[in-house]
């Protein structure tokens, strides 16, 4: 959203054209896709369906819209072309909530919905309609007599879901308050059919995170029932390392076509880490690590540190890397940690203060001596570095952990199992 603009009304956003960051048109806006909440809290905005050539109606996430200014949108330039379909837990925002009679919270009195107004949340990525503009009286949108007003969304009723509803768009709304390892284990608690209805309904960043908090049975019994493309596009929202595990669970056969269907960088990426064994530094580790060339700054780091989506883990620390600065990269140079960074002026480069003197990990390391690594050292995450030099990743200490436990380690935790000693 532009700078200093708090909101915008959903109707100033219909058909304006959506542009990559390079200024060429991808298509324009003809709904936006919102999910409704438990009670009268404000609905999160999902995302856009765009018309792109052809007519094909598309779905871009909030996530990838940088900017909403000046009659466009912007985005990251990553577009899914897969046909959008709306799930049960969706609205539409101007097909369905636009010229629908609800009632004032206070007084009972039915009002007509001519618009709802977006915000961004502040430091966040999420999106949420918080204020709805309603005519009083009788009548529809092109009704001209009567009052209007604008007021909060929890001034009108008539939009949200009934908290005692048993359909899973209730049960996904209740969830959405949970972090994903408490959602997995409410799911791991629902019948199969009655789980497979949840995932369907979830959106695929939601799924793609509690995906990785269940055990790797139910992680197969879920993306198996889903439709192929819904599977690829949720593969593609998970952390790599992640999804590589699961598909790994997989057949042969459907472990390719799903790779066949995933966008082609996200597939590498996940191809790269299904080549190396499983309990090596290559099989551990994210692609996905924060890398910096020798002329970045101080300020330039910490930037990427404080990215939402970052790991605790994968932020305490940052690589430095002649380019290519995607892995595989140029040549390593060393590691900056985040309490350096702290402590340097912001326009410090980062190859003055880079830390030369821990060998990184060889792809081919095992787990025992990655554990030894990480508690000797007192580290976080290592660095993965090939034979000629290039960093390959990071291996995190959750991902080492999530190897030590027992296999069964998220069953027991489900069922509450275990002592204390254990």
Wanted: hydrophobic share 40%; aromatic share 4%; net charge negative.
């Amino acid at each position: 959203m532009a700078a200093g603009a708090s909101r915008i009304f959903v109707s100033h956003l219909a058909g304006v054209p959506v542009f990559d960051p390079n200024g060429d048109q991808v298509g324009r806006v003809r709904d936006l896709v919102a999910m409704l909440r438990v009670g009268q809290r404000p609905p999160r905005l999902l995302g856009l369906v765009v018309e792109v050539h052809g007519r094909r109606r598309i779905f871009l996430p909030m996530t990838r819209v940088t900017g909403v200014e000046s009659g466009q949108v912007i985005t990251t330039g990553v577009v899914n072309m897969r046909r959008f379909e709306q799930r049960p837990t969706e609205r539409l925002v101007l097909g369905e909530l636009l010229d629908r009679r609800v009632s004032l919270t206070g007084s009972g009195e039915q009002v007509t919905v001519l618009d709802v107004a977006i915000l961004q949340l502040p430091a966040r990525r999420d999106w949420e309609i918080d204020k709805v503009f309603v005519r009083k009286g009788k009548g529809g949108a092109l009704r001209r007599k009567g009052e209007t007003l604008t007021v909060e969304w929890s001034a009108v009723t008539g939009f949200s879901l009934d908290e005692d509803a048993q359909g899973a768009e209730s049960l996904v709304a209740t969830f959405e308050l949970l972090r994903p390892a408490d959602v997995a284990n409410a799911l791991h608690h629902l019948t199969p059919k009655r789980r497979a209805e949840v995932a369907a309904a979830l959106d695929d960043d939601r799924l793609a995170d509690v995906l990785e908090e269940l055990p790797e049975d139910e992680q197969v019994e879920i993306i198996g029932k889903l439709k192929e493309e819904r599977a690829a596009d949720v593969l593609e929202a998970m952390d790599p390392d992640d999804a590589a595990d699961l598909l790994s669970e997989l057949p042969e056969e459907d472990k390719e076509r799903l790779l066949m269907l995933m966008r082609p960088d996200d597939a590498a990426d996940v191809r790269r880490l299904l080549s190396y064994e499983e309990r090596t530094a290559g099989g551990l580790m994210t692609p996905e690590p924060i890398v910096l060339r020798p002329d970045a700054t101080v300020a330039d780091a910490l930037a990427r540190v404080r990215q939402q989506d970052l790991s605790p883990a994968l932020a305490a620390q940052v690589y430095v890397c002649r380019p290519p600065d995607e892995t595989p990269t140029g040549k390593y140079l060393g590691t900056v940690h985040f309490q350096r960074l702290l402590r340097d002026p912001p326009f410090t480069l980062v190859s003055s203060i880079v830390e030369t003197d821990l060998p990184p990990l060889s792809p081919g390391t095992g787990l025992a001596a990655i554990t030894s690594y990480l508690a000797t050292y007192n580290m976080v995450a290592a660095p993965v570095v090939d034979e000629s030099g290039s960093l390959l990743g990071a291996v995190t200490v959750d991902d080492v952990l999530d190897h030590l436990l027992p296999e069964d380690w998220r069953e027991a935790e489900f069922e509450g199992t275990g002592s204390a000693d254990e």
